[in-house]
């Protein structure tokens, strides 16, 4: 049965139609669900934090997926895109190109027991900003304001990100459109932290959102001090926290963990060739330090 509606029963301006209940036992996905958060907080002002259904490639191609958006922290729109939980075993992120986690343990957005990514291409390429939140003494589930600390950059060109994994050793270091593309300045915004950061300058790969070592890793999401983006003047400063791409070309006989293919610009890409899931050496980057443990996340707005 397909019921036609208004997003959650309470407002008309997004119309999203449903088949079956919207909760509880039985309860079916929205066929038709906004894209971003940030599109749910433009509809409906009043709208909470807490699990909402978006569907980033719009109709038809892959289902909605239910995400936690934050429709508070600085005027709220926040999509939760990827998450890693507290735990000295388990740094990693998984990439935001196919989206990942570990076999069977699923998107569990409301645990984030485990380290999990959706994929985040057309999230990104609808987004101005990205944004870093990192606790470290314990597991966090709710807002980014439930964090300690809370970092953002603006997205050099959202149009152009793809999440490509930039591992030198990962063979995508192509400065092209299919590559990491340039390393290029972003500015930080402190929305929560240390706040003498704010407006400091940090450098990204323009398609991925990350940076990485001289080597093959550390290799990870976020923004660095180093002015290549890959280590030739140290990395020191975040954010910058570690991806399933820290194995790629390193231990390949026992770090095939993780490798998956989708669909990204209508073309077939392998996200990962031979990461792993952890990566225990400096763990994740802050604005004034690095070697931190903790839980982290990354969202999108
Ligand atoms: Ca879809």
Redo the contacts with the bound molecule.
């Keep these: 049965m397909e019921v036609g509606g208004a997003y959650a029963g309470a407002h008309s301006r997004l119309q999203v139609s449903y088949e079956g209940p919207l909760r509880g036992a039985g309860a079916l996905r929205p066929l038709n669900a906004p894209k971003t958060c940030l599109d749910i907080k433009k509809a409906f002002p009043q709208a909470h934090d807490g699990l909402h259904y978006i569907?980033p490639?719009?109709?038809?191609?892959?289902?909605?997926i239910e995400t936690y958006c934050d429709m508070t922290t600085d005027g709220g729109g926040w999509t939760l895109v990827n998450y890693s939980p507290h735990r000295p075993d388990w740094h990693g992120l998984f990439d935001m190109q196919c989206g990942g986690n570990l076999a069977g343990q699923g998107w569990d957005p409301s645990g984030r027991g485990f380290p999990a990514a959706i994929r985040a291409v057309e999230i990104a390429q609808a987004s101005k900003e990205i944004a870093f939140t990192h606790h470290g003494t314990r597991n966090i589930t709710g807002n980014m304001n439930a964090y300690t600390s809370v970092y953002a950059f603006n997205i050099p060109d959202p149009k152009l990100v793809t999440f490509v994994p930039h591992s030198q050793h990962g063979g995508f270091t192509s400065t092209g459109t299919t590559g990491r593309g340039a390393c290029v300045p972003v500015k930080l915004k402190v929305i929560k932290g240390e706040k003498s950061y704010d407006g400091a300058t940090r450098y990204t790969f323009k398609h991925s959102l990350g940076a990485t070592w001289s080597d093959s890793y550390p290799t990870g999401y976020g923004a660095t001090n180093d002015s290549d983006c890959v280590g030739s003047s140290g990395m020191t400063q975040g954010p910058f926290f570690i991806s399933v791409h820290a194995g790629d070309g390193r231990g390949k006989s026992s770090a095939r963990f993780y490798s998956k293919t989708c669909e990204v610009g209508g073309k077939t890409v392998t996200s990962v060739k031979t990461g792993q899931p952890y990566y225990s050496h400096h763990a994740h980057w802050l604005p004034n330090k690095w070697d931190q443990n903790g839980s982290v996340a990354i969202w999108l707005r």
């Design positions: 569907d490639d719009g109709p038809g191609g892959n289902a909605p």
